[in-house]
């Protein structure tokens, strides 16, 4: 095994059961890898089945065929999941996209943060949970004037910081977060992806960022994948990605981002793409060095 490779996700298909007859393929044979300390950025139009995805990393849903190899370990096979349990719990984070949901309203901020350390008897490495807990959220641009607030004092912006501060507070060496600006202002959505930025530099862990804003994913993302119906289309770093995309959905996907300059913004054309999922066969070729096109066999997108 190649040990640069911290997760290497292989042809996952996921299937959610509507009724008797009729399932939704949310997965489809997805393939990608992460590497230890890169920030990989999974992009798609919503449904297209990147929360599945993060889903089925974090052990929330079991596949319905492919593996996850994570640190070497198949985490879809129940009886490796049992032996490493305790690797699995505490060295993945995840953080949704609306942290007033996913935090204990019922708790205050200095409990949220230290709480993954309570529950899975770490000692605290400065002394107390509640200074762990200041450590974290100082880290994260909050002082300690937040320890003793509930999360439904907190702006949007702070509530995602402090479960920010909490999936830290494990040190992961893999952080998934889920849209995790999605819901917040315009204006605060850059101070949090510049804030990850600087986490990821400073501790170095391996960051799957779901997100829809391809402006923050071209600035924070060292590779990126596009999804379209449960599939990757189109995988490449991030800035060969957004200056040259191949793929006709990718292409669609990009021209959908808004100009800064007026002028070239009012000449912008926005690209359909209605193709049903089902003429998308074929695999992931690689065009340039680690650019990957879903293509079929001697097919070329112009
Ligand atoms: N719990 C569920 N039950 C049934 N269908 C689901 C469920 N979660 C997601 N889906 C379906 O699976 C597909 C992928 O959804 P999702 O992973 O949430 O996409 P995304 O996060 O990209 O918006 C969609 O068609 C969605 O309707
Ligand atoms: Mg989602």
Same mark, same amino acid.
């Given at each position: 095994?190649?040990?640069?490779?911290?997760? +290497?996700?292989?042809?996952?298909?996921h299937?959610?059961?509507? &009724?008797?007859? *009729?399932?939704?393929?949310?997965?489809? +044979?997805?393939? !990608?890898? #992460?590497?230890?300390?890169?920030?990989?950025?999974?992009?798609?139009? &919503?449904? =297209?089945?990147? =929360?599945?995805?993060?889903?089925? *990393?974090?052990?929330?849903?079991?596949?319905?065929?492919?593996?996850?190899?994570?640190?070497?370990?198949?985490?879809?096979?129940?009886?490796? !999941?049992?032996?490493?349990?305790?690797?699995?719990?505490?060295?993945?984070?995840? #953080? !949704?996209?609306?942290?007033?949901? =996913?935090? +204990?309203?019922?708790?205050?901020?200095?409990?949220?943060?230290?709480?993954?350390?309570?529950?899975?008897?770490?000692?605290?490495?400065?002394?107390?949970?509640?200074?762990?807990?200041? !450590?974290?959220?100082?880290?994260?641009?909050? +002082?300690a004037?937040?320890?003793?607030?509930?999360?439904?004092?907190? &702006?949007g912006g702070?509530?995602q910081?402090?479960?920010?501060?909490?999936a830290l507070?494990?040190?992961?060496?893999?952080?998934?977060?889920?849209?995790?600006?999605?819901?917040?202002?315009?204006s #605060?959505?850059?101070?949090?992806?510049?804030?990850?930025?600087?986490?990821?530099?400073?501790?170095?862990f391996?960051?799957?960022? *779901?997100?829809?804003?391809?402006a923050?994913?071209?600035?924070?993302?060292?590779?990126?994948?596009?999804?379209y119906?449960?599939?990757?289309?189109?995988?490449?770093?991030a800035?060969?990605?957004?200056? %040259?995309?191949?793929?006709?959905?990718?292409?669609?996907?990009? %021209?959908?981002i808004? #100009?800064?300059?007026?002028?070239?913004?009012r000449?912008?054309?926005i690209?359909?793409?209605?193709?049903?999922?089902?003429?998308?066969?074929?695999v992931?070729?690689?065009? %340039?060095?680690?650019?990957?096109?879903l293509?079929?066999?001697?097919?070329?997108?112009?």
């Amino acid at each position: 095994m190649n040990d640069d490779i911290l997760l +290497d996700v292989r042809h996952l298909t996921h299937v959610f059961p509507l &009724s008797k007859k *009729i399932a939704v393929k949310a997965l489809d +044979d997805l393939s !990608f890898q #992460i590497r230890r300390g890169e920030i990989f950025g999974l992009v798609g139009e &919503s449904g =297209s089945g990147k =929360s599945t995805a993060a889903r089925c *990393i974090m052990n929330l849903y079991r596949p319905a065929a492919g593996e996850i190899i994570y640190k070497g370990v198949n985490i879809c096979d129940p009886a490796q !999941f049992r032996t490493h349990r305790k690797m699995l719990q505490t060295t993945r984070q995840l #953080i !949704f996209q609306d942290s007033s949901s =996913s935090l +204990d309203q019922r708790m205050k901020v200095c409990d949220i943060v230290a709480e993954p350390l309570k529950i899975h008897r770490i000692r605290p490495a400065r002394g107390s949970l509640r200074a762990e807990a200041e !450590f974290q959220l100082r880290y994260v641009g909050l +002082d300690a004037g937040f320890l003793d607030k509930y999360p439904s004092e907190l &702006s949007g912006g702070q509530r995602q910081r402090v479960a920010i501060a909490r999936a830290l507070s494990m040190e992961p060496e893999l952080l998934v977060a889920d849209e995790p600006i999605a819901s917040l202002d315009v204006s #605060i959505q850059a101070q949090i992806v510049n804030l990850f930025r600087h986490l990821q530099q400073e501790h170095g862990f391996s960051f799957l960022f *779901i997100a829809h804003d391809l402006a923050m994913v071209e600035f924070l993302c060292d590779r990126v994948g596009v999804m379209y119906h449960g599939r990757l289309v189109e995988a490449a770093p991030a800035k060969e990605l957004f200056s %040259s995309p191949v793929h006709p959905y990718t292409q669609a996907l990009l %021209s959908a981002i808004p #100009i800064p300059d007026p002028r070239l913004e009012r000449a912008r054309q926005i690209r359909q793409f209605t193709e049903d999922p089902e003429n998308f066969q074929g695999v992931l070729t690689e065009v %340039s060095p680690e650019h990957y096109v879903l293509m079929r066999e001697g097919e070329h997108h112009g």
